[in-house]
């Protein structure tokens, strides 16, 4: 995460998983937007195939506080 700005950030998060002889790899970009009493994340979680074409599907995460 590195803050692009006074309430942004770019955000990124992968994850590798390996199952016996296959290997997945996920790779996601997106942002943070801090709002006064929320906070948004967006971002394109990018699967890695060996052969394959190119694709990505969206992602969209809201956050709450929970104090008073």
């Keep these: 995460m590195v803050r692009t700005g006074e309430r942004g950030y770019f955000i990124t998060e992968n994850y590798y998983i390996g199952s016996g002889g296959e290997n997945l790899i996920l790779l996601s970009f997106g942002g943070r937007r801090m709002l006064k009493k929320a906070g948004i994340d967006f ?3 990018v699967p890695a195939i060996e052969g394959g074409g190119f694709f990505a ?10 104090n008073k």
Aim: charged residues 0%; proline residues 15%.
């Design 43 to 45: 971002a394109l979680m």
């Design 57 to 66: 599907f969206p992602l969209l995460g809201l956050a709450f506080p929970f």
